[in-house]
């Protein structure tokens, strides 16, 4: 399965010159807003006309403005999660899931009602109507709409960005679940680091209508200078790792990474499961020996491998820790100090607090092992 | 007090007639009422502005000017009138059927504006969504826009059917008063007041007037709840 976009759009001022492709599972679009990611994914859906370019998905060109091909968005078979849901206030929650099989030929329709409502934990809302729902239930919903559909491919509008930071919790599970369990491939579009870096197997990030970087989560997130400037401070490393076991005396988890062990906050998983964390470049310190007599828990030895000067007194570096890249951003004073240069064999400190809900997968809560 | 509720056979002709002629003047104006609302509330083309003109035209112009333009344009001799006579058999002059259409046009500015605003109020986002479901332009407004303006179509039925049962001047300037066939409630109370004696009759009748005028609008409001309920609008 591939997406493939190679469009020319203008609007007013603003004008929109993006290709990419992606086959990944999750395909995050991200990027500040007004960078012009949600012209994309409604291009993609269909709701948006591009001046000129190609759109293609799984080899079949929805759009192709050499060729005149605009096929329309009720016949593209490609699901919207929007950002606010969008529920249909005169059917109940079952009617809105309904709705899409209607539209669907037989013979494509994979997607079943109860395996759908079982994955979304939707069951006990079937009867009730849009406007009783929380947020969180709505997306859930709207999730669970957009699939049952059979869709050859699911876009999501940045479907958190309205809900609060615990419905963000309840819902960003289930998306993960959705990422795995499901064949469907995703396009997701989002402003948020932590999302991003939590879901995403692609990333392509846009600035001002223009992607600037494209390719693998873990290096595309690296890029810290690309980051909206609001989101900075979220940025750093990106790695997979595996829970290793728990330490029920102290209350924290171990995690196996190619960089080594790191100890995080207790996670709601069983020894074994996927776990991707997100170490913030601002939350690493650097050691130049091995410290000692040191209240962090988490210290990773590893090379330098790039130096970038960052924003005001900062500076970026990049530490290669057998294979695995973790950013540190420490100011120039301190490089100086301990004279960091290219090559040099460091420490990677991180806290074990500085871990929280929000970059570590913290999976679902059903998955507690005793 | 038996004289209120004791009709005349001519009496209970008015009623009855007056109630068909307002029904079929509602239901008739209702499809294009609707194209004519949409086209209005969503296209862009020329001469949209001259459309909503016309559309008004029977709520400025006094009654009699648009009766007497459906006599010339439906009349026997009309241009409308003698090629619907002659292809269809629909005949409007001097019948029950020229009353309908009189009090439907009359209604249709009304019927138009309720069901316009509540086009305008419908979340085209709702319908996107709704696309992107696979649901082509057709069923959206069927499965979506349709139940979603419902009581706007509710209100501009009602208020359509309530200006058939009280139209009076374009009606009787089209098909006249002829007991029967073309005497509404409006115009039997009229010919009431126009004979010595009459004014029992007159009453009587105006009272049935105002209590299926009544009654039509509980029965708007009472639906208008139900489908208020039914979408958790309130």
Same mark, same amino acid.
């Given at each position: ?76 078979? #490609? ?8 529920? *249909? ?32 934990? #939707? ?34 509008? !940045? ?21 795995? !369990? ?47 400037? !609001? ?18 005396? *102290? ?34 310190? #650097?050691?130049? !020996? ?81 | ?234």
């Amino acid at each position: 399965m591939s997406v493939r976009v190679d469009i020319g759009h203008r609007l007013g001022d603003f004008a929109i010159e993006a290709r990419f492709e992606s086959a990944g599972r999750l395909t995050a679009l991200f990027g500040p807003s007004g960078s012009g990611k949600t012209t994309l994914i409604n291009m993609i859906a269909g709701l948006i006309r591009p001046d000129k370019g190609r759109i293609e998905v799984e080899g079949r060109a929805l759009v192709d403005t050499d060729a005149g091909i605009f096929v329309p968005k009720h016949r593209r078979r #490609i699901g919207m999660v929007f950002q606010d849901a969008r529920l *249909f206030p005169h059917m109940s929650v079952a009617g809105n899931l309904r709705y899409g099989r209607w539209f669907t030929p037989a013979k494509e329709r994979y997607a079943d009602m109860d395996a759908v409502v079982d994955l979304l934990g #939707i069951g006990p809302l079937l009867n009730r109507r849009p406007v009783k729902l929380s947020g969180g239930e709505k997306q859930r919903v709207a999730i669970g709409r957009a699939l049952l559909a059979s869709p050859r491919l699911l876009l999501m509008d !940045e479907p958190l960005a309205s809900l609060d930071e615990a419905r963000k919790a309840e819902i960003l599970p289930y998306i993960e679940r959705l990422r795995d !369990e499901t064949k469907i491939p995703i396009v997701y579009v989002s402003h948020s680091v932590a999302e991003v870096a939590r879901l995403a197997s692609d990333v392509v990030m846009l600035a001002q209508g223009k992607v600037v970087a494209s390719g693998p989560t873990d290096a595309v997130m690296q890029r810290l200078d690309l980051l909206p400037a !609001e989101e900075r401070g979220e940025g750093g490393a990106v790695l997979d790792t595996k829970v290793l076991r728990h330490d029920e005396i *102290f209350g924290m988890t171990v995690l196996v990474s190619a960089a080594g062990e790191i100890r995080v906050p207790r996670l709601a998983m069983k020894a074994g499961a996927p776990v991707r964390v997100r170490i913030r470049a601002r939350d690493v310190m #650097i050691a130049a !020996e091995k410290p000692t007599g040191l209240s962090a828990l988490n210290i990773l030895p590893g090379t330098i491998v790039a130096i970038r000067p960052g924003e005001g007194p900062a500076v970026e570096v990049d530490i290669d820790c057998n294979g695995a890249t973790v950013l540190a951003r420490i100011t120039e004073q301190s490089r100086q100090a301990l004279e960091l240069r290219l090559g040099g064999k460091v420490f990677a400190v991180v806290k074990t607090v500085s871990f929280d809900r929000a970059n570590t997968g913290a999976g679902l809560p059903l998955e507690v092992d005793g | 007090m038996t004289w209120l509720v004791d009709l005349t056979p001519d009496e209970w002709n008015a009623v009855r007639l007056s109630i068909k002629v307002a029904t079929v003047a509602m239901l008739a104006s209702l499809p294009p009422g609707i194209a004519i609302a949409l086209l209005l509330a969503r296209g862009q083309f020329w001469g949209k502005t001259l459309l909503n003109g016309v559309v008004h035209l029977p709520l400025i112009l006094p009654p009699v000017v648009t009766g007497y333009l459906l006599l010339l344009t439906f009349g026997k001799r009309g241009p409308a009138g003698a090629f619907l006579a002659e292809h269809f058999g629909i005949v409007f002059s001097f019948r029950w059927t020229g009353a309908a259409l009189a009090c439907g046009v009359m209604g249709f500015p009304l019927m138009v504006r309720a069901i316009r605003l509540s086009i305008e109020a419908v979340d085209r986002k709702m319908e996107a969504a709704a696309g992107t479901l696979g649901a082509n332009p057709l069923w959206v407004f069927a499965t979506i826009t349709l139940p979603l303006i419902l009581p706007g179509l509710i209100a501009g039925a009602i208020l359509a059917f309530a200006k058939a049962m009280g139209e009076f001047g374009a009606t009787i300037t089209f098909v006249s008063n002829i007991p029967n066939e073309t005497q509404t409630l409006p115009s039997a109370i009229y010919t009431f007041t126009q004979v010595p004696g009459g004014d029992e009759g007159a009453l009587r009748l105006t009272l049935i007037s105002v209590v299926i005028s009544m009654a039509a609008l509980v029965a708007s409001e009472v639906l208008a709840l139900r489908v208020g309920r039914q979408m958790d609008i309130e």
